[in-house]
T-cell receptor, first 112, second 114 residues
Framework: NAGVTQTPKFQVLKTGQSMTLQCAQD?????MSWYRQDPGMGLRLIHY???????DQGEVPNGYNVSRSTTEDFPLRLLSAAPSQTSVYFC???????????FGSGTRLTVV | AQSVTQLGSHVSVSEGALVLLRCNYS??????LFWYVQYPNQGLQLLLK??????LVKGINGFEAEFKKSETSFHLTKPSAHMSDAAEYFC????????????FGSGTRLSIRP
């Protein structure tokens, strides 16, 4: 049981480039979320999904797009990378309700 | 709006001493609360959760937390710190109107002195 798998683990982008952070889970969880982690700011919610075809914005959605075509996958797209998007990104999934999230190991992104 | 506030960005205790990490929540309805731990260069791991079944919640690695409605608090404790407890700890709350939206506090880094 792999849990939540994120790829890549590390990425360096130039300003203006686009890329997709991949996230897949094999636990049949309906709920998935993307967070970014910055020093002193904890984790901030970017986008979340309550099931295939349904997504919504979190606290810091600007500059990011998501889609959820299957239960398993929840990719995060950076449309035009900016240095302010340098961060560690975590994907997480959950059964919802009283259950917490299961996290992936993260993607460390640097935008130069 | 529901939120959590963690008091103290860094806590340092001696090995064998009591660990106390503070979390206060803001919610007009009974909240679902969580504590997570993050070891260096890893993802977050669920330590324990409060779901209104019991006010004292026991988690993994000897940690526990007590929900106190009168104080709007959910502090994390461990009677005796171990070197392996050094990590960052996050308090989180599930937004009442959403089955999936969880908001995190800013985190507390726990250091253990030999």
């Amino acid at each position: 049981n792999a849990g939540v798998t994120q790829t890549p683990k590390f990425q360096v982008l130039k300003t203006g480039q686009s890329m997709t952070l991949q996230c897949a889970q094999d636990m049949n969880h309906e709920y998935m979320s993307w967070y970014r982690q910055d020093p002193g700011m904890g984790l901030r919610l970017i986008h979340y999904s309550v099931g295939a075809g349904i997504t919504d914005q979190g606290e810091v959605p600007n500059g990011y797009n998501v889609s959820r075509s299957t239960t398993e996958d929840f990719p995060l797209r950076l449309l035009s990378a900016a240095p302010s998007q340098t961060s560690v990104y975590f994907c997480a999934s959950s059964l919802g309700g009283v259950n917490g999230y299961t996290f992936g190991s993260g993607t460390r992104l640097t935008v130069v | 709006a529901q939120s959590v506030t963690q008091l103290g960005s860094h806590v340092s205790v001696s090995e064998g001493a009591l660990v106390l990490l503070r979390c206060n929540y803001s919610s007009s309805v009974p909240p679902y609360l969580f504590w997570y731990v993050q070891y260096p260069n890893q993802g977050l791991q669920l330590l324990l959760k409060y779901t209104s079944a019991a006010t004292l919640v026991k988690g993994i690695n000897g940690f526990e937390a007590e929900f106190k409605k009168s104080e709007t608090s959910f502090h994390l404790t461990k009677p005796s710190a171990h070197m392996s407890d050094a990590a960052e700890y996050f308090c989180a709350v599930r937004i009442y109107s959403s089955a999936s939206k969880i908001i995190f506090g800013s985190g507390t880094r726990l250091s253990i002195r030999p």
